[in-house]
């Protein structure tokens, strides 16, 4: 069992930046591939970054690609997602998500279902 717990939203003006965090916690944490989604209202919940077991393999959506970062620090059973060049368009509710057993392909990153545990969500707002 995996429980998440995000941080970090807030309101920011466009072009700022932000950094969420996820602490997780359960013994499979070291063991689980990371994400990080987003849902805005009336749409439904896409697909951000994605982050290996051991940190060594990241993988993004077009649309935060050169402005996102994922990163992890297992020590600290912690997620983070640095948001730079904040656009509007980015408002949201990000999500943190736990893949274990991790998805060993590559063609499913962006979908829900290979997420195994959800956090309860972290707003982020950006005005104009």
């Known amino acids: 069992q995996v429980q998440l717990v995000e941080s970090g939203g807030g309101l920011v003006q466009a072009g700022g930046s932000l950094r969420l965090s996820c602490t997780a916690s359960?013994?499979?944490?070291?063991?689980?591939?990371m994400g990080w989604f987003r849902q805005a209202p009336g749409k439904e919940r896409e697909f951000v970054a994605r982050?290996?077991?051991?940190?060594?393999?990241?993988y993004y959506a077009d649309s935060v690609k050169g402005r996102f970062t994922i990163s992890r620090d297992n020590a600290k059973n912690t997620m983070y997602l640095q948001m730079n060049s904040l656009k509007p368009e980015d408002t949201a509710v990000y999500y943190c998500?736990?893949?274990?057993?991790?998805?060993?392909?590559?063609?499913?990153?962006?979908?829900?279902?290979?997420?195994?545990?959800w956090g309860q969500g972290t707003q982020v707002t950006v005005s104009p």
């Open positions: 982050i290996s077991r051991s940190g060594g393999s990241t």
């Open positions: 359960g013994r499979t944490v070291s063991s689980s591939a």
């Open positions: 998500a736990a893949d274990f057993p991790p998805y060993l392909g590559s063609s499913r990153y962006e979908e829900t279902a290979i997420y195994d545990y």
